[in-house]
């Protein structure tokens, strides 16, 4: 068995795979690369399939059909035989020496009476033309270099949640928790890191900047005019992870801090597709963010109230023109001060 299996989605992938993937084989034997090709209509299969060869005993090439980036991590948790499991999208890298650092914390957990459900490691926004990187740490939210459980977890800052880009789960853990990402749907990778959660008891916190996500391609899924354009299916994850707070509060509510979490994550992804059917300016728009609020509001009072009157609900729900203007203002001051999008 592998300690570490890595998937990577590709999809018509051939002019940015190669790095993503050399970055990843410094992990040696202990690493299983699992590339899966989705359909691609370009050279990636052709890529993947000469990484599988010159590499046997690293390296698994998975051609399938198109079902987009959910498909790809639901085919690589199916075929991954190591240990634990990570997502590393195919225009991403990771850093060496953190790393190394990382399979070494791993591997202390493999085979010991202590189970590590989750590891989390910092990540570096790698974003084009700009000079300073923004590291999005977890220091003084959880404890470092010891396992903890959420009763040892403390407040998350905004723009601090614990991202795709970010974790490493037990891979056993997510077949248990019956996690199926839907097809030919962007944005699923916050239903990866949210619907496991309540399955989480221990984790693992490295200070160290191993994950770094690119920004920069015009036709990446986080572009602002790619956002607005596919709103529908960021619209059916925020539902979708609505749908599957309401249906285990009851199993989630009792862990204060890791309802709260679940809570603060969903009150940010809400805030989201407010903003951006906010920007896109048409009335129909308009109407499906009310729509959005209203299923809120449908399923579950409670989780409604605590959403739409926290900070960013009523920030994101200003009446008028005018306060549509205020929330759009206030999004992009966030923006140049997070360096999102």
């Not at 729900?317 to 005018?322: E, Y």
């Amino acid at each position: 068995m592998k300690l570490l299996s890595i998937t990577v989605p590709c999809y018509n992938s051939e002019n940015y795979m190669r790095k993503c993937i050399d970055s990843l084989l410094t992990g040696g034997e202990d690493v299983e690369i699992l590339i899966v090709d989705d359909g691609s209509k370009d050279g990636t299969a052709r890529i993947a399939d000469e990484y599988a060869e010159k590499y046997p005993t690293i390296v698994k090439a998975i051609h399938k059909e198109n079902g987009g980036h959910g498909s790809g991590v639901n085919t690589g948790i199916e075929n991954a035989s190591g240990l634990f499991f990570k997502v590393v999208d195919s225009d991403d890298w990771v850093q060496e020496t953190a790393y190394r650092t990382i399979l070494d914390t791993l591997r202390t957990f493999a085979g010991g009476d202590e189970v590590l459900d989750m590891l989390i490691a910092n990540y570096v926004y790698e974003k084009e033309g700009e000079k300073r990187k923004k590291v999005i740490r977890y220091r003084h939210v959880l404890p470092e270099n010891e396992l903890f459980t959420w009763k040892d977890v403390h407040r998350f800052h905004k723009g601090q949640y614990i991202l795709m880009h970010s974790v490493i789960f037990r891979t056993k853990l997510l077949r248990d928790c019956g996690m199926k990402l839907p097809e030919h749907t962007f944005y699923v990778d916050n239903l990866f890191v949210y619907e496991p959660l309540p399955y989480v008891k221990n984790m693992y916190y490295l200070d160290v900047d191993f994950y770094r996500y690119y920004i920069g391609r015009s036709d990446q899924s986080v572009n602002e005019k790619v956002m607005i354009g596919r709103i529908d299916q960021q619209l059916k994850v925020n539902r979708l992870m609505v749908d599957y707070l309401v249906s285990n509060k009851q199993a989630v509510a009792p862990r204060k801090k890791l309802y709260s979490y679940m809570i603060s994550y969903l009150d940010i992804i809400t805030t989201v597709s407010s903003i951006m059917l906010i920007c896109s300016e048409t009335e129909e728009n308009l109407q499906k963010k009310n729509d959005l609020w209203k299923y809120i509001r449908q399923k579950d009072l409670m989780i409604f109230l605590k959403l739409r009157y926290g900070l960013l609900g009523s920030c994101t729900n200003l009446p008028g023109k005018g306060g549509r203007k205020v929330t759009v203002e206030g999004y992009k001051l966030c923006q140049r001060f997070f360096k999102f999008n």
